[in-house]
């Protein structure tokens, strides 16, 4: 039995390094390509199906809300104007209340809006320093 000798363990055991081609390289990139690109594409899909359906609420929301306020004022100004209020306090009251139904129109909207984002793509493809530790 012979003691362990490093010079001879080296010898004995060439290192096999992989070649890799040029072909191989461009298909292992060509691969990768795809995959982030299918991802941008499914992405790109959710947020336009969310987009069509985010416009047609919206366009049902604004003909539900203009008839029901034209309704909903003309009823409360009727009444007011029989229960002896001016002309100006009416209006000035319509005008407020309008205001704050708007509001809450462009609440909800933006609530919308921030589930539209683009950052689950991004954050599979470049990840952030945080989800690296």
């Known amino acids: 039995m012979t003691?362990?000798?490093e010079r001879d363990h080296a010898t004995e055991?060439?290192?096999?390094?992989?070649?890799?081609?040029?072909?191989?390289?461009?298909?292992?990139?060509?691969?990768?390509?795809?995959?982030?690109?299918g991802l941008s594409a499914l992405e790109a899909k959710i947020w336009m199906a969310s987009g069509?359906?985010?416009?047609?609420?919206?366009?049902?929301?604004?003909?539900?809300?203009?008839?029901?306020w034209l309704l909903l004022i003309a009823l409360l100004a009727t009444a007011a104007w029989y229960a002896g209020w001016s002309l100006l306090g009416i209006l000035a009251t319509a005008l407020v209340a309008t205001l704050i139904s708007s509001f809450g129109l462009v609440l909800l909207i933006r609530r919308t809006l921030k589930r539209m984002d683009?950052?689950?793509t991004l954050d599979?493809?470049?990840?952030?320093?945080s989800e690296d530790d």
Not at 22 to 27: C, E, G, I
Not at 124 to 129: E, F, K, S, V
């Open 52 to 68: 069509a359906q985010l416009i047609a609420l919206m366009c049902g929301v604004v003909f539900l809300l203009v008839t029901s």
């Open 13 to 37: 055991a060439p290192a096999k390094e992989v070649a890799v081609t040029a072909d191989q390289l461009t298909l292992s990139h060509k691969k990768w390509l795809k995959s982030i690109l």
């Open 118 to 120: 683009l950052t689950r």
């Open 3 to 5: 003691p362990f000798n």
């Open 124 to 129: 599979a493809i470049i990840p952030t320093d």
